[in-house]
């Protein structure tokens, strides 16, 4: 029993320590050049253009919520011990970049492989959106998002003040999941 619980003890260390790694490596939430926030601008609305090609019900969330997060890649990966990071922009109700964003994920338990996907997070609330911006968000391990596809925003609801969607995933991963997702957010008027 000892030896288990020193098993588990040392895979929430490793899991802790690639979490860190991750966050202290790749974690800056605004890209840190003029080019590269260009082209994470240019990625963001590519990918937002290509979800609302894919599917044009998502025009209700964009009509109706009080702002929204757009990440376009999340790179995910783990063998027991796992890691996913991504960076993306902020938007308003009326589409205007209020800033900047980034997600990071660590996990422990069974999974094995690497994908990439985009991940847009609507946000019902005033009060959704500021915890977002605070830095009081993150999903919980229970949390769903839908897979983004023709007709899937048409059926799909808010949860918790927020909805979220998934598009393009790639790769192989035998866990999918979104939650024990924790975000950071840097307001554009502190870039530019």
């Known amino acids: ?3 288990l619980a020193r098993g588990i003890l040392s895979l929430s260390l490793v899991a802790t320590a690639l979490v860190s790694t ?7 939430t605004t ?3 003029a080019e590269d926030r260009a082209a994470l601008t240019s990625r963001t609305a590519s990918f937002v253009g290509n979800a609302k090609s894919l599917d044009p019900s998502l025009s209700k969330f964009f009509d109706n919520c009080v702002g929204y997060a757009a990440i376009p890649s999340i790179a995910k990966g ?8 991504g960076k993306g922009e902020v938007f308003d109700k009326s589409g205007t970049r209020v800033g900047f964003c980034d997600v990071s994920q ?6 094995i492989g690497a994908q990439t996907f985009g991940e847009i997070i609507f946000f019902e609330t005033k ?3 500021t915890a977002f911006k605070g830095g009081k ?3 919980a391990a229970q949390a769903s998002a839908v897979a983004l596809q023709a007709g899937a925003g048409a059926a799909a609801k808010y949860q918790g003040g927020v909805a979220i969607f998934v598009m393009n995933p790639e790769g192989l991963m035998l866990e999918a999941s979104v939650g024990g997702q924790q975000f950071g957010y840097q307001s554009i008027a502190d870039v530019e």
């Open 137 to 139: 968000f993150a999903l």
């Open 1 to 3: 029993m000892q030896t």
């Open 127 to 129: 009060e959704a959106m």
């Open 78 to 85: 783990g063998f027991i011990v796992g890691g996913a990071y």
């Open 31 to 33: 890209p840190q050049t």
């Open 22 to 28: 991750l966050t202290l490596t790749a974690c800056n």
């Open 106 to 111: 660590g996990s422990i338990g069974a999974q």
